[in-house]
């Protein structure tokens, strides 16, 4: 004290009230305790329909998949703290890519933090990406040549500008589809995309790469209605297997709110696990469906390109209808 009883130096006052703790340093815990009761305990007693409800498969197809990635995602426990169990760690990627809940909500249903489902589930899709892609994600040969089919699937927007400004316009204009030229039928080809009306016939230097079925104009010969049939069935296909991917897995629906590097291996991810329920005959629910928009598309002019394009048309119809209709 200075001056009088009731004043004290800075000093005092700091040395009387600093804690004696007397070479002794306590840690302070980091974090607090986290209810896991719904995993170890709820979970355990999941029917058959509650799991693919949940997790979009069974227990069985689960542990599958579990068994699958666990030379990617299995830990060890440190001196700190134990592990995330992989069949847990999958789990939690499992709901996020099922829901697209927020990370704060699935942690709190399973007990660990935000920042730990947001390395289950980037793990989970590097591991699937490795390990699952190449196994469930194979090429198709319907047609020769053909390497996919062009859609989109917001129909809010017109679908030919959708393409015109997109990165596959650019690529097709480097030359993408034109490195592997072939002969069908006495036509120059590259790999191409198939695409309904409202697409061009399109190409940039000799062989086409987007085509389109035959304008309808009430005078189609037989064979030519039956080629606009076989790649219509075609795109159906691919428009319900679509749609069947995003209500399986719904954060393909949201707003991409993730890590920008986590998109790609996340979308890898979804169809890959798609793939694997299909083939383990897994139950589709339909509440889960997301219906096809019917909306008219805007067509986009075809540049002069209609006629030019007959030829590979005429080409590829003699492929898809070996039977001479007439």
Same mark, same amino acid.
């Given at each position: 004290?200075?001056?009088?009883?009731?004043?004290?130096?800075?000093?005092?006052?700091?040395?009387?009230?600093?804690?004696?703790?007397?070479?002794?340093?306590?840690?302070?815990?980091?974090?607090?305790?986290?209810?896991?009761?719904?995993?170890?305990?709820?979970?355990?007693?999941?029917?058959?329909?509650?799991?693919?409800?949940?997790?979009?498969?069974?227990?069985?197809?689960?542990?599958?998949?579990?068994?699958?990635?666990?030379?990617?995602?299995?830990?060890?426990?440190?001196?700190?703290?134990?592990?995330?169990?992989?069949?847990?760690?999958?789990?939690?990627?499992?709901?996020?890519?099922?829901?697209?809940?927020?990370?704060?909500?699935? /942690?709190?249903?399973?007990? &660990? +933090?935000? @920042?730990?489902?947001? #390395? $289950?589930?980037?793990?989970?899709?590097?591991?699937?990406? %490795?390990?699952?892609?190449?196994?469930?994600?194979?090429?198709?040969?319907?047609?020769? /040549?053909?390497?996919?089919? &062009? +859609?989109? @699937?917001?129909?809010? #927007? $017109?679908?030919?500008?959708?393409?015109?400004?997109?990165? %596959?316009?650019?690529?097709?204009?480097?030359?993408?589809?034109?490195?592997?030229?072939?002969?069908?039928?006495?036509?120059?080809?590259?790999?191409?995309?198939?695409?309904?009306?409202?697409?061009?016939?399109?190409?940039?230097?000799?062989?086409?790469?987007?085509?389109?079925?035959?304008?309808?104009?009430?005078?189609?010969?037989?064979?030519?209605?039956?080629?606009?049939?076989?790649?219509?069935?075609?795109?159906?296909?691919?428009?319900?297997?679509?749609?069947?991917?995003?209500?399986?897995?719904?954060?393909?629906?949201?707003?991409?709110?993730?890590?920008?590097?986590?998109?790609?291996?996340?979308?890898?991810?979804?169809?890959?696990?798609?793939?694997?329920?299909?083939?383990?005959?897994?139950?589709?629910?339909?509440?889960?469906?997301?219906?096809?928009?019917?909306?008219?598309?805007?067509?986009?002019?075809?540049?002069?390109?209609?006629?030019?394009?007959?030829?590979?048309?005429?080409?590829?119809?003699?492929?898809?209808?070996?039977?001479?209709?007439?």
């Amino acid at each position: 004290m200075s001056g009088s009883n009731t004043a004290f130096t800075f000093s005092e006052l700091f040395r009387e009230n600093k804690p004696r703790t007397r070479g002794i340093v306590r840690a302070i815990p980091s974090t607090w305790p986290r209810s896991t009761q719904w995993w170890h305990i709820v979970v355990l007693s999941f029917t058959e329909g509650q799991w693919i409800a949940h997790f979009r498969m069974s227990e069985d197809t689960f542990t599958f998949l579990c068994n699958k990635v666990r030379p990617a995602m299995e830990r060890e426990n440190t001196t700190y703290r134990e592990c995330v169990p992989v069949r847990k760690r999958v789990a939690i990627a499992l709901w996020k890519l099922a829901t697209g809940s927020a990370y704060r909500t699935i /942690g709190e249903h399973f007990g &660990v +933090s935000m @920042s730990t489902v947001y #390395r $289950c589930v980037r793990d989970f899709c590097a591991a699937a990406q %490795l390990l699952l892609v190449p196994e469930q994600i194979l090429g198709s040969a319907t047609m020769r /040549g053909c390497c996919g089919w &062009v +859609s989109y @699937s917001d129909f809010r #927007r $017109c679908d030919a500008r959708v393409l015109r400004l997109s990165i %596959l316009w650019e690529l097709a204009s480097w030359g993408i589809f034109d490195t592997h030229t072939r002969n069908i039928r006495g036509v120059p080809t590259g790999y191409y995309l198939l695409s309904d009306s409202a697409y061009p016939l399109q190409k940039w230097g000799q062989p086409y790469w987007l085509l389109k079925p035959f304008s309808d104009t009430g005078n189609l010969t037989a064979a030519q209605q039956l080629y606009n049939r076989t790649t219509s069935r075609a795109r159906v296909a691919v428009e319900n297997a679509f749609s069947r991917l995003k209500g399986r897995w719904r954060c393909l629906l949201k707003r991409n709110v993730i890590n920008l590097s986590l998109v790609k291996s996340t979308v890898y991810t979804c169809c890959a696990l798609h793939n694997l329920c299909e083939r383990h005959g897994e139950t589709y629910d339909t509440e889960w469906h997301v219906p096809l928009d019917a909306a008219a598309a805007v067509p986009m002019a075809t540049q002069g390109a209609e006629e030019d394009g007959r030829g590979l048309h005429e080409a590829l119809m003699g492929i898809c209808c070996p039977t001479n209709v007439s």
